[in-house]
């Protein structure tokens, strides 16, 4: 695919290995980002209102519709076979589309813990950080527990970009390894971010 060419599919092959990568298009973007979104709001919604096998039905249908729009608006897995080797002489679109990923993710931690950072949350069982400590103590110890994740979060997410973007070239790797560097980084911290609160709550 040329520069200038509009990509047509939104789930491009991966260069490496068999499957998809990382969206070509805004709409691809979207679907990934609303996908994980959609599962934290409704299913703890489910659970709490129909019950927990209502909640587990209820992320199998997300995720087979997920899937069934990558099939459906994903780059054929079959052929082009110039078009895939070309890409995969090009090691340096692949470490983009990871740093991009990884800076969606990262953005979205933070904005998602400035609301718990700042005790704007009251308690409830769609958003936040719930855990049987969390939701049975009272509402001072949900909003110091949600505080603590929000602190925690926005570290997280703020040292996941300063990763992505500033520390990463200066490692001697190649490009496929930072890409993959990226990625790890941005789990680590996500992990990480979560110890805080469970230790508090």
């Given at each position: ?112 813990s400035i609301p718990l950072a700042l005790k704007w949350v009251p ?61 790890i980084a941005t789990v680590v911290l996500i992990v990480a971010a ?8």
């Amino acid at each position: 695919m040329k520069p200038n060419d509009e990509p047509k599919w939104w789930f491009p092959k991966k260069e490496f290995g068999w499957g998809w990568g990382l969206p070509s298009k805004w709409q691809g973007w979207a679907a990934l980002l609303a996908f994980p979104v959609l599962l934290l709001v409704f299913g703890p919604l489910a659970s709490a209102v129909i019950g927990n096998l209502a909640s587990i039905l209820l992320s199998i249908g997300l995720t087979v519709a997920f899937l069934a729009l990558v099939v459906v608006k994903g780059e054929p897995l079959r052929g082009d076979t110039e078009g895939r080797q070309e890409r995969r002489r090009n090691p340096a679109t692949l470490l983009r589309r990871y740093r991009i990923a990884a800076s969606c993710v990262s953005a979205l931690l933070i904005l998602l813990s400035i609301p718990l950072a700042l005790k704007w949350v009251p308690k409830n069982l769609v958003y936040g950080f719930r855990t049987p400590g969390s939701l049975a103590g009272s509402s001072s110890h949900w909003f110091y527990v949600n505080e603590v994740a929000g602190v925690a979060g926005m570290a997280a997410g703020i040292a996941g970009l300063s990763f992505t973007w500033l520390v990463v070239d200066r490692l001697k790797l190649s490009d496929i390894a930072k890409g993959r560097a990226v990625l790890i980084a941005t789990v680590v911290l996500i992990v990480a971010a979560m110890i805080p609160p469970i230790l508090v709550s």
